[in-house]
């Protein structure tokens, strides 16, 4: 008897988007009014930010879909400190405070990552390097570049939806 297979490939197509690791130490909402500004676009506070209940992390994120073009972008925090409450008491100056933080990354492979710029289309290289030289013409970014999304090894976490 024949044995047939269902290959489940076939059936789900793969994302395909493109990433820019931004570094820079402004505020979230500074930073995307800048790239509104250089890029033309109109990116908004999401409602929703992206969480993790297991570690009670949450990471800003800022969307604009662009329908003509059919192209979405993402600009999202890579940086999340965590307060919580520590066991041991510690006297300080002010009070017994009791508190310390912890900080998470979306991608942990890109820890000194502050930002992630995430563009939902298939992106020539020529348009990605435009992007590219636009956002480093912005004086508060320092440097910014493509990320290989092939290699990310929590490319999970960058599915916003």
């Known amino acids: 008897m024949a044995v047939k297979k269902l290959l489940l490939d076939d059936?789900?197509?793969?994302?395909?988007?493109?990433?820019?690791?931004?570094?820079?130490?402004i505020?979230?909402?500074?930073?995307?009014y800048l790239i509104n500004q250089v890029l033309d676009l109109q990116?908004?506070?999401n409602k929703d930010d992206v969480c993790f209940t297991k570690d009670k992390s949450r990471f800003a994120?800022?969307?604009?879909?662009?329908?003509?073009q059919?192209?979405?972008?993402?600009?999202v925090s890579n940086i999340c400190k965590v307060k919580q409450e520590q066991n041991q008491s510690l006297n300080s100056l002010f009070g017994n405070e009791n508190f310390g933080s912890t900080t998470h990354y979306l991608l942990p492979e890109y820890k000194k990552v502050n930002?992630?710029?995430?563009?939902?289309?298939?992106?020539t290289i020529n348009k990605e390097k435009q992007i590219l030289n636009k956002l480093l013409e912005i004086p508060q970014v320092v440097t910014a570049y493509s990320i290989d999304v092939d290699t990310l090894k929590t490319k999970n976490n960058l599915i916003f939806d």
């Not at 505020?27 to 995307?32: K, Q, Y």
């Not at 930002?115 to 992106?123: P, R, S, V």
């Open 115 to 123: 930002y992630l710029l995430k563009i939902e289309t298939d992106l």
């Open 11 to 25: 059936f789900f197509e793969e994302e395909q988007f493109s990433l820019i690791g931004i570094h820079c130490t």
């Open 70 to 75: 059919h192209v979405t972008y993402h600009l």
């Open 43 to 45: 990116l908004k506070r």
């Open 27 to 32: 505020e979230d909402f500074r930073l995307a």
């Open 61 to 68: 994120l800022f969307d604009f879909d662009e329908k003509q």
